[in-house]
């Protein structure tokens, strides 16, 4: 009955009205090196997350922009949301390491800007959907990054959770399952050559143990990520010694995770104010 259910498809989700941001920084030149602030009524300091778009890790197929519905949806429930968006591998710059290093500079601005939003960063979770997840979860284990990388840096912005919506967090093995919606060609543009082991800091296993709390939210029906990816990947973590838990949401494609009232985006937001509650 379930594969018989139409899903939920991005044209539904965009044809909504979009919400808008209370601000935005840029972090560099570029103009996707951008982050948009969502700021909920009051002085705060508000509880902050940190979202990560997906788009197959591509500047065209999306930007921050994807997020707004449920960044919005935040704001309203008294969160605050801190929307990074970084140069696709599409995009000059993009690619190795220039991805990973937007992600990295827009997670770490948060710090510099937090007293001006009134933003709490002592207990911050990161969100990531789809190529998104990937990166959230990349964001979590950066202070692992072999010290020889580029992309190392000395302090880290700390996460104390990381919600993975649809996460693509195995590059390894999404190079090799021509079945993904992202297609495997565009691992090799993500993770650069002319190194040893590309993967060594930028797919999440090689990273493991993270050392922070991981909840996987995945739906059942997702065509677009194969459910597979994120059993083998929470095994992994597991294995390794990370606390990582997979959430199945029956009915539900790869849409509805970002998607305001839907029972995954329900179950995501449950998890997000679990993580800034600290339990």
């Avoid at 290093?101 to 002592?122: I, M, P, V």
């Avoid at 000395?154 to 297609?183: F, H, K, M, W, Y």
């Avoid at 959430?247 to 995954?264: C, D, K, Q, W, Y």
Wanted: hydrophobic letters at 40%.
């Amino acid at each position: 009955m379930a594969a018989d259910t139409p899903r939920m498809t991005w044209a539904d989700l965009t044809a909504r009205p979009r919400p808008v941001a209370d601000a935005s920084v840029s972090y560099g030149a570029d103009p996707y090196q951008i982050v948009d602030v969502w700021l909920p009524a009051g002085k705060g300091p508000h509880p902050t997350v940190v979202m990560v778009h997906g788009g197959c890790w591509q500047t065209k197929i999306a930007d921050r922009t994807l997020m707004n519905w449920i960044a919005a949806d935040l704001r309203a429930g008294g969160i605050s949301v801190w929307n990074i968006d970084y140069r696709g591998v599409d995009r000059a710059g993009g690619g190795y390491p220039g991805t990973f290093a937007d992600a990295a500079a827009a997670t770490d601005r948060l710090r510099a800007e937090a007293k001006r939003f009134g933003l709490d960063t002592s207990r911050v979770v990161a969100v990531g959907h789809s190529a998104g997840g990937h990166l959230a979860l990349w964001l979590a284990g950066r202070r692992k990054l072999p010290a020889e990388s580029p992309l190392r840096t000395r302090d880290p912005l700390p996460l104390a959770r990381v919600v993975s919506l649809g996460g693509l967090p195995d590059l390894e093995a999404t190079a090799a399952s021509p079945d993904n919606g992202c297609g495997t060609e565009v691992i090799a543009k993500l993770i650069g050559s002319g190194r040893a082991d590309p993967y060594a800091d930028t797919s999440v296993p090689r990273l493991l143990p993270l050392g922070v709390r991981q909840d996987l939210v995945n739906g059942r029906e997702d065509r677009i990520i194969p459910y597979r990816m994120a059993t083998a990947y929470m095994n992994m973590a597991e294995a390794a010694g990370d606390r990582a838990t997979l959430h199945t949401v029956p009915e539900t494609g790869h849409v509805e995770l970002v998607a305001p009232n839907t029972p995954a985006w329900e179950e995501a937001k449950r998890l997000i104010r679990e993580g800034l509650a600290g339990r």
